[in-house]
């Protein structure tokens, strides 16, 4: 070994890492497994538009909403760390601008409902049978997951709808075939929109 | 070449890449980096970028040199990023069992040396200390820095033979004719 090779050893030598550096790491990978990833874009055919996914699937998509707000809400009601990853979302992302831009009509995408309601998950996994350009009134759900009584209920659970778009809470309206309410940016005239969009002759 | 029937399907889970790598990988960013805080950083943000880029990776490829890949390349972006404000030499540079003056001349030494290291291209630096301090492959060291294993093996003997021809300990040694002295093999 010559000299240079003795003064690289001092410069180099040998830097251990500390548990508390490799204490962080595995902390942090803890959050990643089990965070949410989200993107935005800014101007889409339904505005702003802000995507969450999970591991095993969509967890909530909202447009019209600030990204701040967006992330406030996911951590809060999910108890996890929300990070920004394009890489993560883009998948879902990409899927939805094909569907707004009439390229696509059905999604391949799994759905996570991790804070939805046994009662809940029925009638969105109800909703998701309806097949785009079709329609169903909220008695024929209520009807589907066999409480006939509970069309009501039915318009809440509809109206909580974390997914809206992939899950087709637009395809329900009442059993005159009006459009009743939609709690996504623009109300109505989107839920009109994304009818339209499919092929759905509206009443 | 080993072959493992089957293997491809049988990716290990992340937490045990980082078990078993995340040492080696936080020791070469601080080389890289000479910093504890900078090599900290880019050891999470490295490993935040394997984890998002896990589930598409081949089964069959080198995870460790996979995961060094990453995490070189953000610590090149830090450095690319970083005012040269120069080097501060830390406390586990000097030996304190030395004669002060010993020291002193030890200490003028180093600066020099990290100086005229830092000067050298990124890959003849990076293909040094992957070799000597991380005791990767030649072919290990060409995934990572996006080369031949050749040209890996060419930088490392550069590099050395420069400092040595700076330095003047016992004399350089014979340039080998493959690219001009100043440049990197890449």
Same mark, same amino acid.
């Given at each position: 070994?010559?000299?240079?090779?003795?003064?690289?050893?001092?410069?180099?030598?040998?830097?251990?890492?500390?548990?508390?550096?490799?204490?962080?790491?595995?902390?942090?990978?803890?959050?990643?497994?089990?965070?949410?990833?989200?993107?935005? &874009?800014?101007?889409?055919?339904?505005?702003?538009?802000?995507?969450?996914?999970?591991?095993?699937?969509?967890?909530?998509?909202?447009?019209?909403?600030?990204?701040?707000?967006?992330?406030?809400?996911?951590?809060?009601?999910?108890?996890?760390?929300?990070?920004?990853?394009?890489?993560?979302?883009?998948?879902?992302?990409?899927?939805?601008?094909?569907?707004?831009?009439?390229?696509?009509?059905?999604?391949?995408?799994?759905?996570?409902?991790?804070?939805?309601?046994?009662?809940?998950?029925?009638?969105?996994?109800?909703?998701?049978?309806?097949?785009?350009?079709?329609?169903?009134?909220?008695?024929?759900?209520?009807?589907?997951?066999?409480?006939?009584?509970?069309?009501?209920?039915?318009?809440?659970?509809?109206?909580?709808?974390?997914?809206?778009?992939?899950?087709?809470?637009?395809?329900?309206?009442?059993?005159?075939?009006? &459009?009743?309410?939609?709690?996504?940016?623009?109300?109505?005239?989107?839920?009109?929109? &994304?009818?339209? &969009?499919?092929?759905?002759?509206?009443? | 070449?080993?072959?493992?029937?089957?293997?491809?399907?049988?990716?290990?889970?992340?937490?045990?890449?980082?078990?078993?790598?995340?040492?080696?990988?936080?020791?070469?960013?601080?080389?890289?980096?000479?910093?504890?805080?900078?090599?900290?950083?880019?050891?999470?943000?490295?490993?935040?970028?394997?984890?998002?880029?896990?589930?598409?990776?081949?089964?069959?490829?080198?995870?460790?040199?996979?995961?060094?890949?990453?995490?070189?390349?953000?610590?090149?972006?830090?450095?690319?990023?970083?005012?040269?404000?120069?080097?501060?030499?830390?406390?586990?540079?000097?030996?304190?069992?030395?004669?002060?003056?010993?020291?002193?001349?030890?200490?003028?030494?180093?600066?020099?040396?990290?100086?005229?290291?830092?000067?050298?291209?990124?890959?003849?630096?990076?293909?040094?200390?992957?070799?000597?301090?991380?005791?990767?492959?030649?072919?290990?060291?060409?995934?990572?820095?996006?080369?031949?294993?050749?040209?890996?093996?060419?930088?490392?003997?550069?590099?050395?033979?420069?400092?040595?021809?700076?330095?003047?300990?016992?004399?350089?040694?014979?340039?080998?004719?493959?690219?001009?002295?100043?440049?990197?093999?890449?």
């Amino acid at each position: 070994m010559d000299k240079i090779e003795e003064t690289l050893d001092a410069i180099y030598g040998t830097p251990a890492m500390g548990t508390e550096v490799l204490d962080r790491l595995r902390h942090s990978v803890r959050q990643w497994q089990e965070a949410i990833w989200y993107d935005a &874009l800014r101007d889409t055919a339904v505005g702003p538009l802000l995507v969450a996914v999970s591991d095993q699937g969509v967890v909530a998509i909202e447009f019209g909403t600030d990204e701040a707000g967006f992330v406030g809400e996911l951590e809060a009601r999910h108890g996890v760390t929300a990070i920004r990853s394009m890489e993560r979302v883009s998948e879902t992302m990409s899927q939805i601008l094909q569907y707004l831009s009439g390229d696509r009509r059905s999604f391949e995408i799994d759905i996570d409902l991790r804070d939805s309601t046994e009662f809940q998950r029925k009638v969105l996994e109800a909703a998701v049978a309806v097949p785009p350009g079709y329609v169903a009134t909220y008695g024929e759900i209520a009807t589907r997951i066999g409480k006939p009584q509970s069309s009501r209920a039915v318009g809440q659970a509809l109206a909580r709808n974390p997914i809206p778009i992939i899950v087709p809470c637009h395809r329900v309206v009442a059993a005159d075939g009006s &459009l009743t309410g939609y709690s996504g940016a623009g109300g109505i005239e989107t839920k009109a929109h &994304l009818l339209r &969009l499919e092929g759905a002759t509206i009443a | 070449m080993e072959v493992t029937v089957g293997a491809s399907n049988k990716k290990p889970q992340f937490d045990v890449l980082v078990d078993a790598h995340a040492g080696e990988i936080y020791a070469y960013l601080w080389r890289m980096l000479q910093n504890e805080q900078d090599a900290e950083d880019c050891l999470q943000e490295g490993f935040l970028k394997a984890y998002l880029a896990y589930d598409r990776l081949d089964g069959s490829a080198n995870y460790r040199a996979w995961l060094y890949r990453i995490a070189g390349n953000t610590a090149r972006t830090r450095l690319r990023g970083r005012l040269r404000t120069g080097v501060l030499l830390s406390e586990e540079h000097s030996d304190s069992s030395l004669p002060i003056e010993q020291q002193a001349e030890n200490t003028f030494q180093l600066e020099a040396v990290i100086q005229a290291i830092e000067g050298l291209p990124y890959k003849q630096r990076a293909s040094v200390i992957l070799r000597k301090y991380q005791e990767l492959s030649y072919e290990e060291i060409g995934m990572i820095l996006d080369t031949s294993a050749e040209s890996a093996r060419a930088n490392v003997y550069q590099a050395l033979n420069k400092l040595r021809t700076q330095f003047g300990n016992g004399g350089a040694l014979p340039v080998p004719n493959l690219a001009e002295e100043n440049s990197e093999v890449a």
